[in-house]
């Protein structure tokens, strides 16, 4: 089995015949925190970055854009001829993209770089306190054509419906049961207030708001996705969650950035959903397709949805990406996308992600591939597959 980047590279050249163009994607060092298409396709595969120049080049600005989803936006952007400006502490990688212009500040109290200046459009993808986003409108609203704000899958109070559009409802003061003017927000709470904000502001018709799942991919260090590729190529029996027909909608971040590009640059407005494949995957497709781009000798056992939760696993933590689909998650991950393919949403092979991941993971110091940040370890997934094993006989 391969241990490290360069023989894990050699192997998948080998065993991955079935690897996606984009497999040798290189990551961007240091990135920081869905998905892909069935092979009956959901529109044309991604991948194509930089093929294209866009007919009206665009001066944008973005806040935040050195940790995880912003490297690829702008990447991407480069390539199609789109002027960058970047507004930050100066604190994530500072060492990216040295060539564009960076405005330091803090969104908490001094946004002071920005004022006086224009750019066509602004994308949010730092602001986790609605209060940073009302700031930031306001004081651009004025100097800039549209802002673009990044919220999440998170912001809906109610997952039961199946399928899930924008149309369900997002957390409120009175759903979260939070006092107006409490200190600290719930996460969906949040993003749901900031997303207002920057409606309230700008308009509906110069926002643009995305709600992604779950973002994947190289430079992703919370390691939610992370875990599964690194744990099947390491091999041996695989505690797989549930009986394997739960489904997955999850977003490659590569899908994410290039898609959000494209929709600036068409001026479009509205709130979208972001999670691929356009037909969910189930668990099972999804486990048994990382496994095809390793050479590692793997096998899973499916652990009933149950006993995998009474012995302490949590979905999404220990056991990441997996929901059952179940207890109100039943649209959890049964989004309609027919709205956002029509406008453009593709999504790269389930063989390219992973690839991708596993090439980033193995690009990392020793220390920090020990230590995954999500996923159960060794030591209780061995635990809880002895108990399994023993009580099913």
């Not at 997955?248 to 709130?271: C, H, K, N, P, Y």
């Amino acid at each position: 089995m391969a241990t490290n980047r360069r023989d894990f590279l050699k192997a998948s050249a080998v065993a991955g015949g079935a690897l996606a163009a984009g497999v040798g994607s290189v990551a961007l060092a240091g990135c920081g925190a869905a998905n892909d298409s069935d092979a009956g396709g959901d529109g044309a595969p991604a991948g194509e970055t930089g093929q294209e120049r866009a007919g009206n080049p665009l001066r944008i600005l973005i806040l935040g854009g050195t940790n995880f989803i912003g490297p690829h936006q702008i990447e991407y952007a480069l390539a199609r001829g789109h002027d960058i400006t970047l507004f930050n502490r100066g604190r994530t990688n500072p060492h990216l993209f040295p060539d564009l212009e960076k405005l330091i500040g803090d969104r908490n109290d001094d946004l002071s770089a920005l004022e006086g200046r224009t750019w066509d459009v602004v994308i949010d993808n730092s602001a986790t306190n609605p209060a940073w986003v009302e700031r930031s409108a306001n004081l651009l609203r004025d100097s800039v054509g549209r802002y673009v704000f990044v919220s999440t899958r998170s912001v809906y109070a109610d997952t039961s419906r199946i399928p899930m559009t924008i149309d369900a409802p997002v957390w409120t003061y009175e759903r979260a049961e939070v006092e107006p003017g409490a200190e600290r927000l719930p996460y969906g709470l949040a993003k749901a207030l900031a997303e207002q904000n920057a409606r309230d502001i700008f308009g509906n018709d110069r926002s643009l708001v995305f709600r992604p799942g779950l973002i994947i991919g190289p430079g992703d260090t919370t390691d939610r996705f992370t875990y599964w590729p690194v744990r099947i190529h390491r091999g041996g029996e695989v505690l797989a969650p549930g009986d394997g027909t739960d489904p997955v909608q999850i977003i490659d971040v590569r899908d994410f950035g290039e898609w959000l590009i494209r929709m600036v640059e068409a001026e479009e407005s509205g709130t979208w959903n972001v999670v691929g494949p356009r037909t969910p995957r189930p668990m099972a497709e999804l486990l048994y397709g990382i496994r095809a781009v390793t050479t590692a000798e793997t096998t899973f056992t499916w652990v009933d949805t149950d006993f995998a939760i009474d012995a302490g696993l949590r979905p999404y933590a220990e056991l990441p990406v997996w929901r059952p689909a179940r207890d109100g998650a039943e649209g959890f991950a049964r989004f309609d996308l027919t709205p956002e393919v029509e406008k453009g949403l593709t999504f790269r092979s389930l063989a390219d992600t992973t690839a991708a991941t596993l090439e980033y993971h193995f690009s990392r110091p020793p220390e920090r591939q020990a230590e995954l940040r999500a996923g159960i370890t060794a030591e209780r997934e061995a635990e809880v597959l002895a108990a399994w094993h023993a009580a099913v006989g």
